[in-house]
């Protein structure tokens, strides 16, 4: 486990994209399924977005292919807590879902995700939740237990 | 305004009374202005990672509409000094 976040903390400093094969599908923000146009309409729809979901990420790429080495760790670390099934938006193919969800969260990067319609954080809180045992905490409290969990009671 | 690394740094010390800052400039392995961050303040004794966070993002709100990527870390004096054992 140590050695992936050391791999992509790798990634992250070389600033190169990996290549992860298909797991969670995610929700995608398709143009054709954004008819608003107005600011206010996406703050609205982002309201609606974030709720719809227990877990949300707005990132760049997708979750089978990550465009970034930051939204990239934050797909492995909800892989490795066996977190497959999120909603996941992706701010490269449009620009104003790029624009509007830093307003919307008030966060300027990008990736963001939510738990439950409430902002957790970008990449740089996930990964330190992950490392102190927060984001097992935080998943039970969604009602999703994480695999991590079930893997450490097999180990013991 | 000229984004630094030397900038940064004061701003984050100045307004955040810190006791440490580490300031890297990771823009040679992205293509645009990008920061790594490391703050130690007191401030952030008491506050979640998120409130801790926030506090540097609107401390460099100006900034970070400039800058494309932004990593933080933030401590209280006493987890750096445990850090800093370690």
């Not at chain 2, 506090?55 to 800058?67: D, Q």
């Given at each position: 486990m140590n050695s992936l976040i050391r791999n992509t903390a790798r990634c992250l400093r070389s600033g190169a994209a990996v290549y992860i094969p298909r797991q969670a599908d995610g929700r995608v923000w398709t143009s054709s399924a954004r008819f608003l146009c107005a600011a206010a309409d996406i703050q609205k729809a982002l309201g609606d977005i974030v709720q719809k979901d227990k877990v949300v990420v707005f990132m760049k790429g997708t979750p089978a292919q990550p465009m970034c080495g930051f939204s990239n760790a934050v797909v492995q670390i909800l892989r490795m807590h066996g977190v497959d099934d999120y909603a996941s938006y992706n701010v490269l193919e449009d620009s104003e879902l790029r624009e509007g969800v830093k307003a919307f969260s008030n966060w300027p990067t990008i990736p963001q995700v939510y738990f439950s319609g409430e902002f957790v954080g970008g990449c740089d809180i996930l990964l330190q939740m992950h490392q102190n045992g927060d984001m097992v905490e935080e998943l039970k409290k969604l009602g999703i237990s994480s695999s991590l969990l079930e893997a450490e009671k097999e180990s013991k | 305004m000229a984004i630094t690394a030397d900038h940064i740094r004061d701003k984050l010390t100045k307004e955040l009374a810190a006791v440490h800052v580490d300031v890297e400039d990771t823009s040679p392995n992205r293509c645009a202005a990008s920061y790594k961050v490391l703050v130690v303040s007191s401030q952030f004794e008491g506050k979640s990672l998120l409130q801790?966070?926030?506090?540097?993002?609107?401390?460099?709100?100006?900034?970070?509409?400039?800058?494309?990527?932004?990593?933080?870390?933030?401590?209280?004096?006493?987890?750096?000094?445990k850090q800093k054992a370690q």
């Open positions: - | 801790r966070h926030r506090l540097v993002n609107t401390c460099l709100a100006e900034e970070l509409k400039e800058i494309h990527a932004f990593e933080q870390k933030t401590l209280t004096p006493e987890q750096w000094e």
